[in-house]
């Protein structure tokens, strides 16, 4: 956190290069202003210092500004002039949230008409350069066939590039759906039937995703025979976490018949692979002569590991475990 002593000495930094014309200084006092940060907020003082930044092009700036204009966050509200702004931002400058925001109001007719095609066009742009929300939008358009010929392949495609991005709050999904297509329940299933599509396709990733839903019934009914194959695919392609789960499942039996030779084999394979929950399972086996020779060290050895990793059950357990060896120790 920035120590209010220095958010001042920036207010007056910015503010003092701000009023010699310089762009980016002018866009940052507009965020101070417009966040309070070193200053009372002062939304319409932060609307004038946005303005001339945009004026002067900082694409920023014309964001920033575009979407207050959107709003009316202290200034009038108007779409047409919010438009004008953030068309500016990203169709000449290549602002992806920009160029998302844009394709929303073509969408929704909002400060300009209506144009599917332009909207599928600025959300494509925002997508490629990587913005999430507009990944997760190009999906939704892809596999609804939504202003666009229906393609599954090219959807989940874009689901996964939008998870793999962050896009994966189920609260700012739903929001996001409610706002803007109410596809809810629909648009939850395109991901489930995103993830098969590349787990059929070979994608690890997917495949893991995949056994988990049909492990636990997220979205489908639950089928641990199903999901173990999944898990199986997953490890044999090199996921850590697959080859961990798969290896608790198959000691545990769980759903599936008990198999504890080859569940520790894939625990093992984990552990190797820097999976920590692993880590810690191979450490209580050599610390208790489970299945393997009794051997501290090597009981230390796996647990340590698990512990830089942050796994917390293995320091504490590290740690009991060294007290009592430095105890008994001291006692001879």
Same mark, same amino acid.
């Given at each position: 956190?920035?120590? #209010? ?24 006092? *507009? ?16 609307? #004038? ?15 920033? !500004? ?14 047409? =002039? ?6 500016? /931002? @990203? ?20 400060? &300009?008409?209506?144009? %599917? ?16 929300? /507009? ?8 596999? #609804? *066939? ?9 959807? /989940? ?5 939008? =998870?793999?991005n962050g896009f994966s709050n189920a609260t700012k999904t739903i ?9 809810? +329940? ?5 991901? $489930? =039937? ?5 787990? =059929?396709?070979?994608? %690890? ?20 025979? +199903?999901? &173990? ?7 044999? *392609? ?16 769980? @759903? &599936?018949?008990?198999?504890? %030779?080859? *569940?520790?084999?894939? $625990?093992?394979l984990a552990a190797k692979n820097g999976f920590p929950d692993s880590q810690a399972f191979v450490g209580l086996l050599y !610390?208790?002569?489970?299945? %393997? ?17 942050? $796994? ?5 357990? !590290? ?14």
């Open positions: 956190m920035v120590e #209010k002593k220095t958010l001042k000495f920036l207010y007056k930094q910015f503010r003092a290069d701000a009023k010699k014309g310089d762009a980016q200084a002018q866009f940052c006092l *507009g965020l101070m202003l417009f966040y309070g940060d070193g200053v009372e907020p002062n939304m319409a003082e932060s609307v #004038k210092w946005f303005t001339r930044a945009a004026l002067k092009g900082n694409v920023d700036a014309q964001f920033q !500004l575009g979407m207050m204009l959107f709003k009316g966050d202290g200034v009038e509200r108007n779409q047409e =002039e919010a438009f004008h702004w953030l068309r500016m /931002a @990203g169709d000449d400058n290549g602002h992806p949230q920009a160029l998302y925001q844009i394709g929303l109001m073509r969408l929704n007719a909002q400060g &300009v008409g209506r144009s %599917v095609p332009g909207a599928i066009q600025s959300f494509r742009e925002a997508a490629e350069k990587g913005f999430p929300e /507009a990944q997760y939008t190009m999906g939704v358009m892809c596999e #609804k *066939g939504y202003g666009t010929p229906p393609d599954k392949t090219e959807a /989940a495609k874009w689901f996964r590039l939008a =998870e793999e929001k996001f759906h409610h706002e803007n297509y109410s596809l809810l +329940e629909e648009n939850r299933l395109a991901i $489930l =039937e995103a993830d098969r599509l590349l787990a =059929e396709s070979g994608d %690890v990733k997917a495949q893991h995703n995949h056994a988990v839903r049909l492990f636990i019934g997220e979205g489908t009914p639950i089928d641990k025979v +199903e999901a &173990v194959k999944w898990y199986r695919k997953a490890a044999e *392609g090199g996921s850590p976490i697959s080859q961990h789960n798969l290896g608790m499942i198959l000691c545990q039996g769980d @759903g &599936v018949p008990k198999d504890q %030779v080859e *569940g520790r084999e894939w $625990l093992f !610390l208790n002569g489970d299945g %393997v020779p009794k051997d501290q060290n090597e009981a230390i050895k796996w647990l340590r590991l698990a512990a830089e990793q942050g $796994l917390t059950k293995a320091h504490e357990l !590290l740690t009991r475990l060294q007290s009592t060896t430095s105890s008994k120790q001291k006692a001879h």
